[in-house]
């Protein structure tokens, strides 16, 4: 399918640009895409080193184990092809807590985590698995408990309400999200994207449901062996995971602490300010956590914390070439005006529907370039006013749907998979029920 897709953009790249006299911008868009590819690349080394040491020493600890056993139910019926007590459910897992929260410099490189647990379990190399392309699907379709970003650009541009759309998001987030995971169950079925046997006679049953000894292999290996934590320990935890506690309900209700409310977030409801805190604490929380829990559990912290981060300069090394491939052909796309083609295209047929042609360029821009969407979404603030319906209807679109093409080719890079199967399709479905979903909710509760 990425194949497909990436020849498609290519093409009507210097096509469109040809006939428009744009070939200088189809050029620069091309060496602009390289050049922002390996940026981006780059800037992931540090932040990918940091969470790949802190992941492993939460494994080597057994906490994402536990994690996963506890929401067993849940990931069986999303990954039913995944070992319960697989590492990949503890990655995952926390990977979609993070980007509930809005959490980027986080859920990245948990997500890249959670991929190379998903292939050490494909025995199809290159090819992506049923769970890489339902845990893809999710992640392009995340529940938003709070789009940051949208509500900053919001209130920078003065709206007298910028947190109305978090209820929005939410709702729209939702939508999205049933639809991605319904549409990855449905689309693997089909003769098109089912895998096929890797060799001549081989039972595709047995292909694709691991082994119970391969679970055990994940849930024993190299990890400590299980002792009762001391008193003193367990004490430890829980005056760390006090003080938490008090610092959250001093952010939510800073009366109870006597503390000046900030006149940035005086104004804002109970629940906004609880999801502000949660995305403001989760960070140092699971800094300082995941270590402490390894020390109290006789992991020599350091070392493992090292050897966890070892790993991620070799895991951005082999996103970059995926990365540049696809935002060269996005960048050449954008070049030749193809956004504004289709936007001409789809206007006559969108209008009758009552669909504001406003939203047309950043509903077709999202999948492809944030910084993009970025851009046209202040430009129609700016344009519109911050409280103005369209304007509400932009920021919670930013915030419901999310850069597909970029997650698909950062996320299945990271293990050098080149069939991503269905993983774009339903990620772009459920990019099309947010905007949809989005239009309908902003209309109905503004």
């Not at 939510?252 to 104004?267: E, G, L, Q």
């Not at 504004?340 to 969108?350: E, I, Q």
Request: aromatic share 8%; hydrophobic share 55%; charged share 15%.
């Amino acid at each position: 399918m990425l194949n497909y897709i990436w020849l498609a953009l290519v093409v009507l790249a210097v096509g469109i640009g040809g006939w428009n006299d744009r070939l200088n911008e189809v050029t620069a868009g091309a060496f602009d895409g390289a050049k922002t590819a390996v940026t981006i690349a780059l800037g992931l080394i540090g932040v990918m080193a940091l969470w790949l040491g802190v992941m492993r020493l939460a494994e080597r600890a057994g906490l994402v184990q536990r994690i996963a056993r506890g929401l067993r139910p849940i990931m069986r019926r999303l990954f039913p092809d995944v070992p319960p007590e697989h590492p990949a459910m503890g990655s995952m897992l926390m990977n979609m807590a993070a980007n509930m929260l809005g959490l980027g410099n986080a859920a990245t490189p948990l997500g890249l985590r959670a991929m190379r647990d998903l292939e050490s379990l494909n025995p199809r190399p290159g090819v992506a698995s049923n769970a890489m392309c339902t845990f893809l699907a999710i992640n392009t379709a995340s529940v938003q408990l709070i789009p940051a970003t949208a509500i900053a650009l919001l209130a920078a541009a003065g709206s007298k309400r910028p947190t109305a759309i978090v209820g929005t998001a939410l709702l729209a987030t939702l939508c999205a999200a049933t639809v991605a995971i319904t549409a990855a169950k449905i689309l693997e079925k089909l003769p098109f994207f089912r895998l096929r046997d890797t060799a001549p006679g081989r039972d595709d049953a047995l292909v694709a449901e691991p082994t119970a000894a391969s679970a055990d292999i994940f849930q024993t290996e190299d990890l400590p062996p299980k002792t009762k934590p001391a008193a003193w320990a367990s004490a430890l935890l829980i005056v760390l995971a006090l003080f938490f506690l008090a610092l959250f309900v001093r952010m939510v209700f800073p009366a109870v602490f006597n503390v000046p409310a900030d006149p940035n977030t005086a104004t804002q409801s109970a629940f906004v300010r609880c999801v502000n805190a949660l995305s403001i604490l989760a960070i140092p929380f699971l800094l300082s956590f995941f270590p402490v829990y390894a020390a109290t559990r006789g992991v020599k912290v350091y070392e493992e914390f090292v050897e966890g981060a070892k790993e991620g300069f070799g895991v951005i090394l082999k996103i970059i070439p995926f990365l540049v491939a696809m935002l060269v052909a996005i960048g050449m796309f954008k070049g030749a005006g193809g956004i504004d083609l289709l936007t001409r295209v789809l206007t006559p047929v969108l209008t009758p529907l009552h669909f504001p042609t406003d939203l047309l360029p950043l509903a077709l821009m999202r999948p492809l370039s944030g910084s993009a969407t970025l851009a046209i979404l202040t430009d129609i603030i700016h344009r519109l006013g911050p409280d103005n319906i369209v304007s509400l209807m932009a920021a919670t679109i930013y915030g419901s749907t999310e850069t597909t093409f970029y997650v698909a080719a950062v996320y299945f890079g990271s293990v050098s998979v080149k069939q991503t199967r269905h993983a774009i399709p339903a990620g772009l479905l459920g990019d099309l029920a947010g905007v949809i979903a989005s239009v309908i909710v902003c209309r109905t509760v503004f």
